[in-house]
C-alpha cells in the first residue's frame, strides 16, 4: 500500500528539497523507492553503504539523474553544507529527498540553515486512519495494541516475529543511535530508564522520582528523556495552558512510538495507540497544512485529569478520554467540558455496544473516531 505521505511529497518535490524524518524502520526507504518510481532516472544512495558513501562525498552520481535521494546523509561530517550545495547547485528539474533517523531533526536548531530550500515530513507508524479499507477499524485498533504501528511486526501478524523484531529494534538503537548521543558508561542507565518508562505510560513524568529510582541527578533524567525523545522511541504530551511557558514547566505524559513495547494492561496499550494516532493527525496538519495544531492533556491542580486534549492556535478544540470498555463518561471529562467554551468532549471506547451522547459528551468506538483522524 501507498504511505499516507506519498502524494503530498510526490507534489512538492518539484518545488523544493524534501526532507523525510522518523524513527527508525518506519518504511522511509520504502516511500523513497516508491516515489522514485514516478521517476525515469532516479538515483538512490546510502551513506551507511560503503560504496555509495565514496560517490556522495565525490558528487559523483549520474548528472543526468531527475531524482536524487539522499539515505541517512546525517551521518556525514558537514552534512547540512552538503546538502545546501547540492541543492543550490542542481541541474534544472532534479528533485531532491533526504531521508533518514529523528536525527536530521536537529538541523533546524543548529549549524547551517536550509531555510526556503526544504519541506520537512515525519513519518509516523501505522494508524487506524491508514488502515480504513484494508482492516475493520475494531480489528485495526486491536492489532495496533498487539503489534504496534512498525509496518514490519504489524504486517507479519505473528507475535512471535513481532517479539523477535521488537527484542532486535531495541537492542539495535542502544548498541548504535543512543551510543551517538551519550557516553559508553551511560548506556546501561539509559536502558534501566528505557524499561523503567514501559511501565509509566500515561502517568505524569516526574524527573526528581526517575532520578531517585535510577540513582542519578534530575537534570541528568532530564537529560536521558530527551535522548530517547530525540531518537522518537517515545514522545512527550505536556499539558495544556494558555501560557505556554508555564506548560512547559509542568510534568508531561511519557509515550512510546511503538505501541506493542509498553508495558502495561490493553487500557494502558490502547491508551498508547490512541496518543500514537493523535500524533500523527498532529503532525500530519503541521507538515501538510502548517496548520497550528498540538497534542496537550490536562491536569488540575486537585487532581481532574483526561488523557488527550487537543489545541488549535492555543485554543482548545478536542477534548478525549480513552477507555477500554467504560462507557459511562468521567468526572473530570465532564468538569472540563462544563468549563471550556467551544470544545467538544469525547469517550472514546474500544469495546463500545451503542454510541450515544451523555450530557455533552460523546460516547463513540475509539476505532470509528480515529479512522476519521487525518491521517
Known sequence: MKRYLFEHIKKDLSKKMVIVTGPRQIGKTWLAKELMREYRNSVY????????????????????????????????????MFIKGVFDTRPSGQAILVTGSSRLDTFRQTGESLAG???????????VKELEGIIPFYDAVSALNRFGGFPEPFLSGSEEDASRWRNQYYTDLVREDILEFSRIQEIRTIKNLLELLRGRVGSPLSYTSIAGDLQIAPNTARKYVDILENLCIIFLVRPFHSNIARSLLKEPKVYFYDSGYVMGDDGIKLENTCAVCLLKHVQYLNDTRGENISLRYLKTKDGK????????????SHLIEVRLSDAKPTRALHYFAGKIDGASAYQLV?????????????????GRWLSELSA
Request: glycine share 6%.
Open 45 to 80: 544512495l546510502n551513506y551507511d553503504h560503503f560504496g555509495d558513501a565514496g560517490i556522495i562525498r565525490s558528487h559523483s552520481w549520474a548528472m543526468n539523474a531527475d531524482m536524487l535521494t539522499l539515505d541517512e546523509i546525517h551521518k556525514m561530517k558537514g552534512w547540512k
Open 117 to 127: 530550500r526544504y519541506f520537512h515530513y515525519r513519518l509516523n507508524p501505522l494508524s
Open 350 to 366: 474500544h469495546n463500545l455496544r451503542q454510541e450515544q451522547n451523555i450530557n455533552g459528551v460523546s460516547v463513540l468506538s475509539a
Open 305 to 316: 485529569e483526561i488523557d488527550f486534549a487537543l489545541a488549535s492556535n492555543d485554543r482548545l
